[in-house]
């Protein structure tokens, strides 16, 4: 028999091959809309199952050269903040006028620590404003969700709440609760939809540590595209 030329019915040729491996004749496959559905669905999760995904997070977080921190409460978070100010030697920051942010009083954890905190908008021309925010030597944003399997922090942006608050910076200051912690990449695309169905913010940015850029020759070089110091503040209020 020629190589790869079938001889005899064609059709018991292939009932023969459904037969040995006990797949029976059923035409084509049938489509599968979404083969996940479901297997990651988000809902609300206990507890242990929070804690579980903060420490996950934390660790990869860390491990991509970021330096997160679990807080008890908003004292403490102001506490932390204030510490990597002074250790950073951080005087001027801008942050976004969040209202979970606001809660914070960051003005006075900057006051204390020697520093000024702006924030946006500032209410002038938008592009002195976003030259003011490349001045700036840390932005502080308030994050969306944050996802445990690869230490990724996810922030969406408007006018109010802009991106360039976050990337221009060299130092990026992020802050979430334990509350906003999921798994993986499949559970955000499932709260996007949830939260805005085809109504989607202007961006989504996903960050996972410092930025890293590389020439042709593999050459290294932390923060010339983005923040080059990464700091994320897990408020546990529970």
């Known amino acids: 028999m020629a190589k790869g030329v079938i001889t005899g019915d064609r059709n018991a040729f292939f009932t023969n091959i459904r037969n040995k491996i006990k797949t029976p004749p059923g035409g084509r496959a ?19 199952e929070r804690q579980v995904l903060r420490d996950r997070f934390i660790g990869e977080w860390n491990n991509l050269g970021g330096e997160a921190f679990n807080v ?15 250790e950073r030697g951080l005087k001027k920051a801008m942050c976004w006028d969040h209202p979970e942010l606001n809660k914070l009083n960051l003005e006075e954890v900057f006051t204390d620590a020697g520093g000024t905190l ?14 003011k925010a490349g001045t700036m030597e840390a932005g502080i944003v308030w994050g969306d969700m944050a996802m445990a399997e690869s230490g990724t922090v996810v922030i969406t942006g408007n006018a109010k709440q802009p991106t360039t608050v976050a990337i221009l910076p060299l130092t990026f200051m992020v802050v979430f609760t334990t509350a906003q912690l999921v798994d993986g990449m499949y559970s955000v695309m499932k709260e996007f939809k949830k ?11 996903f960050i996972s ?18 923040p080059r110091y ?6 546990n209020e529970e």
């Open 30 to 48: 049938q489509r599968v809309e979404n083969p996940m559905e479901g297997l990651f669905t988000r809902r609300e999760t206990t507890l242990e």
């Open 72 to 86: 008890k409460n908003r004292v403490e978070l102001a506490q932390k903040m204030k510490q990597v100010m002074l």
């Open 118 to 131: 702006l924030k946006w908008p500032l209410g002038e021309n938008s592009s002195d404003v976003k030259y």
């Open 195 to 205: 939260r805005y169905g085809t109504s989607l913010p202007t961006t989504a940015t």
């Open 209 to 226: 540590g410092p930025s890293r850029t590389t020439d042709i020759e593999m050459d290294l070089t932390i923060g010339v595209h983005g």
């Open 230 to 235: 990464v700091y994320a503040f897990i408020l």
